[in-house]
T-cell receptor, first 109, second 117 residues
């Protein structure tokens, strides 16, 4: 089946690193994704990782993929108050996007 | 980058009326568009996949007679919520696939907030 799980909340202090975790079930997803949603807005694609990769780094963002355990994580280095938002991971069976519940990241100054 | 717009951005209607939401790809052609709904503090749930010139494919549990989808051109898809009821109040988001057809080129609209009284 298709199911994506995330923890619901994460609170960090400005300047710290944030790590958001996600587990998924679909092993056929070619890509796995991280999206950011600010209040009342649509989704912004942050980054994605090809399923054959273990890690991808893009400026402050690092994605780690453990395909054996179907575990995906997003690390945000030097977290800023502007990073406060809801973060969704998504698997992509057959080109569709199946989202997790979203992790609300709160960054305290 | 690619831009997807939605209109209206919010709408309030009376129970029993129908509401049409438009999704447009502004600077690219989209053969496939997707419609999602999102309840407060919850995830996006895919409602249907809309293909230009053909019938939409609905996800399990989504009533196709209630949520009418039309994808008449490569830049426009519409979602009509027919005979809306308070339980249809939600945030509706569309997305459009870019030329590659891959999900990493799926661009999201800003969403339409529907409140049914």
């Amino acid at each position: 089946g298709e199911d994506v799980e995330q923890s619901l909340f994460l609170s960090v202090r400005e300047g710290d690193s944030s790590v958001i975790n996600c587990t998924y079930t679909d092993s056929s997803s070619t890509y796995l994704y991280w999206y950011k949603q600010e209040p009342g807005a649509g989704l912004q694609l942050l980054t994605y990782i090809f399923s054959n990769m273990d890690m991808k780094q893009d400026q402050r963002l690092t994605v780690l993929l453990n395909k054996k355990d179907k575990h995906l994580s997003l690390r945000i280095a030097d977290t800023q108050t502007g990073d406060s938002a809801i973060y969704f991971c998504a698997e992509s069976p057959g080109g569709k996007l199946i989202f997790g519940q979203g992790t609300e990241l709160s960054v305290k100054p | 980058g690619a831009v997807v717009s939605q209109h209206p951005s919010w709408v309030i209607c009376k129970s029993g009326t129908s509401v049409k939401i438009e999704c447009r790809s502004l600077d690219f052609q989209a053969t496939t568009m997707f419609w999602y709904r999102q309840f407060p503090k919850q995830s996006l749930m895919l409602m249907a996949t809309s293909n230009e010139g053909s019938k939409a494919t609905y996800e399990q549990g989504v009533e196709k007679d209630k949520f009418l989808i039309n994808h008449a051109s490569l830049t426009l898809s519409t979602l009509t919520v027919t005979s809306a009821h308070p339980e249809d109040s939600s945030f509706y988001i569309c997305s459009a696939n870019g030329a590659s057809g891959l999900a990493e080129t799926q661009y999201f609209g800003p969403g339409t907030r529907l409140l049914v009284l």
